[in-house]
């Protein structure tokens, strides 16, 4: 054949090249086969305190700095500030593993209000976490911007906020694309932090050991004048006051008991292991920085953070035979300050999709949200972390200060129902009679929560007018939602219910004699989930609608790998063998009613596309194959309807009518 006669290559799809893209951002997809996966998407405790505990330690850049703050002239206070606040930081780290000793498959705050307390304090406790981790994500990045701003000209400022957008455009990637790899790439960050803070800590203390007697004098002196003057409770209020204002400090420590199901095994060591890395880098670096300011004598500056200031009073004027070494410390000293906050902002990214995932499950949340990528994330709970921290950055323009008031309110609601839940289960009767030792247990909790709670109140009452109240009103705006949510879901369930009531008129003995299968016959496939009235009607509405054409009948259904029930390989045999189990049901099902029948199913993440890949191959098979599901119709359907049961059953009719092959959608009817 003449070349110049063949005809052109195709040109390549848009569809394909948008393929393409999602492939190169994203990465290919996982295995669910494959008996390494969970041990390749779970991170062993270095990984997760980098991961997880980043969140922890990256809050020392902005918490510390606003309990000293708060001293105001008062500034000798801080030695005793320093000691509070390393302690507390190991307070409620240990209240926190007994959490995780006790709800080993992770959830934090959310499954222990759940649980031990009551589903609506779960609700509570879980809508505080979600805005939590929005603005882990917001204040983390713009405390991050802060610092690498920090050190350039104040004419690049403007730069600031197109910086920090990008930098959460990038993460939502990153996430997008699993856990392990994003963190993975953030390690050196994170040592790099730990290398640079520890000179700086080291530095504003052991070059002022020669001081000591005059710091004891100082806070002698101090104290003497202010109790003179001021009075005990005056003194003691003010120093509660900054004490509590720093709370700053203390958020992200939950985060480890709230990724606990992407631990390596075993899970509950690692976690709490992970816990004991993060309470003892914060306690020493929280505490350090705040005595560094006392002994330094650092003031604010306007346009730097008062890191940024320790660190050049320390090492600004270091030189190594004529070269500004000092100044270089200083700028990457902020620069890791500035990369471990973005590392912070994966807390948000990890346990904020998780958490939603939780309560998706328990419905208070649409159920999407829930699913899995084929990438294994929680692709729906990542873009809208990502959206929403976008949404904040711009309402607030960046503002640390106002980040993170409503950042520690949410986290301290939290904190609080924690505690609560847990100090309610150690003084149950039955956990008394389980547990000998349990008063031993007890007054972990008892203290973490009269801390936890002092420092909510102390937050709210003293910031209210200054953006506390705003915080208050979205977190009740999520609470409200959720609620909604939830009653939808149950009131669909009740009108669903009564389908279930065919089950008792249904046939219940075997086939009269041997039914076989006729591959080159008229066959429906029906689409299935669970043993249900709702799949059982779409059965008898075939046989009504076809009375006497379909040969055989083939039942259909994917195996769906969610968020909730992806903790490792054997929850996958967990779901494969429900699902299995549910079909058999189907096909006895019309067995007994005369109707030669089998079943066939596939494992996935995302139910669409797993069950377009699994009807090629019964089409395949079954040469006049005529596809049925069920849809749920409503009387009067809103938008919220269709968001909230996602149109399962129409998306998948179209994959298959642009591959070829018939599919029909069954009404079933809810009414009002």
Known sequence: MDP???????????????????????????????????????????????????????????????????????????????????????????????????????????????????????????????????????????????????????????????????????????????????????????????????????????????????????????????????????????????????????????????????????????????????????????????????????????????????????????????LPVGHGFVIITLASEALLLFVAAQAGFIDGPRVMANMSYDSWLPHRFGALSDRLTMQNGVVLMGATSLFMLWYTRGSVDALVVMYSINVFITFSLSQVGMIRYWWMKETRKKHPDWARHLPIHLIGFVLCFGILVVNVLEKFAEGAWLTVVVTGAVIALCMMIKRHYLGVAARLHRLDEILTALPTGGAQKELVLQKKKPTAVLLVGGFSGLGIHSLLTVIKLFPRYFANVIFMSVGVVDSATFQGVDEVDRVRERTEEALRKYVDLARGMGIPADYRMSMGTEAVSEAAKLAAEVAKEYERSMFFAGKLIFERERWWDRFLHNETANQIQRRLQFAGLPMVILPVRVLE
């Open 4 to 322: 110049a006669s063949e005809p052109p290559p195709a040109a390549p799809s848009p569809e394909r090249g948008l393929r393409r893209v999602r492939r190169a951002l994203l990465g290919g997809p996982k295995n669910l086969q494959d008996p390494h996966l969970f041990h390749s998407l779970s991170l062993a405790a270095f990984l997760a305190w980098v991961g997880l505990g980043a969140d922890g330690l990256s809050s020392s850049s902005y918490g510390p700095e606003e309990a000293f703050k708060n001293l105001g002239e008062h500034q000798y206070l801080a030695v005793f500030l320093a000691a509070l606040t390393a302690l507390t930081v190991v307070i409620i780290a240990a209240a926190y593993s007994k959490i995780i000793e006790h709800f080993p498959f992770g959830g934090g705050g959310y499954i222990v209000a759940s649980r031990l307390i009551s589903p609506r304090a779960g609700v509570v406790s879980g809508s505080a976490l979600l805005v939590d981790y929005v603005l882990t994500i917001t204040t983390s990045i713009a405390s991050g911007g802060d610092a690498v701003f920090s050190s350039l000209p104040a004419s690049l400022h403007v730069f600031k906020l197109p910086v920090e957008f990008a930098v959460i455009g990038l993460l939502t990637v990153m996430n997008l694309r699993g856990v392990k790899e994003s963190v993975r790439t953030l390690v050196p960050v994170f040592l790099l932090f730990l290398l640079t803070h520890a000179v700086m800590i080291g530095g504003s203390v052991l070059f002022h050991l020669g001081r000591a007697g005059e710091v004891v004098e100082s806070v002698r002196s101090g104290l003497h004048h202010d109790l003179g003057t001021l009075g005990f409770f005056a003194t003691a209020a003010l120093f509660l006051r900054a004490y509590s204002l720093g709370a700053g400090t203390y958020t992200g420590i939950e985060a480890v008991s709230n990724g606990l199901q992407i631990m390596r095994e075993p899970r509950v060591a690692t976690a709490k292991r992970t816990m004991v890395y993060m309470a003892v880098s914060l306690a020493l670096t929280a505490g350090g920085i705040i005595l560094g300011y006392l002994l330094m004598g650092v003031h604010p500056v306007e346009g730097k953070t008062m890191n940024a200031v320790l660190a050049d009073k320390l090492a600004g004027s270091w030189s190594l035979s004529g």
